[in-house]
T-cell receptor, first 117, second 114 residues
Framework: DTEVTQTPKHLVMGMTNKKSLKCEQH?????MYWYKQKAKKPPELMFV???????INESVPSRFSPECPNSSLLNLHLHALQPEDSALYLC????????????????FGPGTRLTVL | AQTVTQSQPEMSVQEAETVTLSCTYD???????LFWYKQPPSRQMILVIR??????QNATENRFSVNFQKAAKSFSLKISDSQLGDAAMYFC???????????FGAGTQVVVTP
C-alpha cells in the first residue's frame, strides 16, 4: 500500500480564518513533507519532518505552522493567510534509511486545493 | 546547489507513438537518485520511474524507460506506445540523499492526440 491521504480536498478560507490541513500515511514511513504548488509550476518544498521532528523549514512564513503528532500524521495549521497563498498543498512521505529498495522515494498525496479570499 | 533543467515546455505525440522527454541536472555528487513524476489534470503526483546513480542499468517500468547518462548528467524518459492516459505534466526530480529535498525541473506538458 503506497497511499498518502489528505483532507480536505478543497478549502476556501478568508484572510482572518484559522484552518488546518491533514495528511496521513500508513506505510511506516518516518519522513513526511509539505509542498506548495502553484499552477503550471513544480512543487516547492516547505517543511520536512524526520522521526516526528522538524528537520527542514524552507524559510516559510509563520502563518504556516506544521505539526507532526505521530509518525503517521502531519498537519499544516493556517492562520492569517494572504490571497497569494492560494495553491495546491501536497503532502508526501518516504522511508528513512533501511534496506527497502525505495527508501529514497517520496510518495505524494492527492493534495488540498486552497483558495484564500 | 543542484539544478534540474527540462528544456521542453510541451511535447505532442500521437497515440501508439513514442515520445522522449529530456532532463539534465547539475551536481558535484556521485551518489544520488533521479525520478520522473507524472501529474495529470487531477494534480496527483504519481511516481513513474526512479534511477539510482550508482546503477549503470537503465530503469524500465512497462512502457516507460529512461536513458541515464551519468557523465553527461542526462536523464531522459521515453514513453512507448503512448496512450491518452499518458497526457500529463511530467517532472524530472533529483535527490542527493536517502531523504530530504527533491529538486524538481520546470516540467514538460505531454499532449497525446488520437
Amino acid at each position: 500500500d503506497t497511499e498518502v491521504t489528505q483532507t480536505p480536498k478543497h478549502l476556501v478560507m478568508g484572510m482572518t480564518n484559522k484552518k488546518s490541513l491533514k495528511c496521513e500515511q500508513h506505510m511506516g514511513h518516518r519522513a513526511m513533507y509539505w509542498y506548495k504548488q502553484k499552477a503550471k509550476k513544480p512543487p516547492e518544498l516547505m517543511f520536512v519532518y524526520s522521526y516526528e521532528k522538524l528537520s527542514i523549514n524552507e524559510s516559510v512564513p509563520s502563518r504556516f505552522s506544521p505539526e507532526c503528532p505521530n509518525s503517521s500524521l502531519l498537519n499544516l495549521h493556517l492562520h492569517a493567510l494572504q490571497p497569494e497563498d492560494s495553491a495546491l498543498y501536497l503532502c508526501a512521505s518516504s522511508q528513512v534509511g533501511g534496506l527497502a529498495e525505495d527508501t529514497d522515494t517520496q510518495y505524494f498525496g492527492p493534495g488540498t486545493r486552497l483558495t484564500v479570499l | 546547489a543542484q539544478t534540474v533543467t527540462q528544456s521542453q515546455p510541451e511535447m505532442s505525440v500521437q497515440e501508439a507513438e513514442t515520445v522522449t522527454l529530456s532532463c539534465t541536472y547539475d551536481t558535484s555528487e556521485s551518489d544520488y537518485y533521479l525520478f520522473w513524476y507524472k501529474q495529470p489534470p487531477s494534480r496527483q503526483m504519481i511516481l513513474v520511474i526512479r534511477q539510482e546513480a550508482y546503477k549503470q542499468q537503465n530503469a524500465t517500468e512497462n512502457r516507460f524507460s529512461v536513458n541515464f547518462q551519468k557523465a553527461a548528467k542526462s536523464f531522459s524518459l521515453k514513453i512507448s506506445d503512448s496512450q491518452l492516459g499518458d497526457a500529463a505534466m511530467y517532472f524530472c526530480a533529483y535527490r542527493s540523499d536517502s531523504w530530504g529535498k527533491l529538486q524538481f525541473g520546470a516540467g514538460t506538458q505531454v499532449v497525446v492526440t488520437p
